[in-house]
């Protein structure tokens, strides 16, 4: 009996890896993603990531996605989809596939591209890593705020 439980367990597990991105709250199943928008009213946000090797994907996710005012917005507002790209990363090839078939889909032409969709699938709208110099530095910096502002403009036009 323990064992059943144990392989049940360790099969429920391996499931979810397949859909949730190890470091947070983001999916990498776009029909989970919408299922759970509807269910939530959220909005879907799809990061399409060059997650091992694109600077400016780097840039994004360490400067917006990773701060905590970001996630509490995202916790209460988005769905959050990541879309990979990686070159040295291994991930499996069906979800690579499925990637490449979204990226033709959404004409993604760069990274990283964000593509905002309601639970239908309908783009409200894309973003992409948008720099602005803080007053108290002569580097270009994407802050949450700002981020937040672009996406709650998608939502409202």
Known sequence: MKTSRLFLSIVAAVALAGSVRADSEWLTDLDQAQQKAKADNKLVLLDFTGSDWCGWC???H???FAKPEFRE??????VLVELDFPRAKQIDKDLLHKNMKLAEKFQIEAFPTIIVINSDGKVIGSLGYDAGVPADSDKPLATPAAFIASVEKLRKS
């Open 62 to 64: 360490r400067e917006v």
């Open 73 to 78: 917005y995202a916790n209460k507002n988005l």
């Open 58 to 60: 780097i840039k994004l």
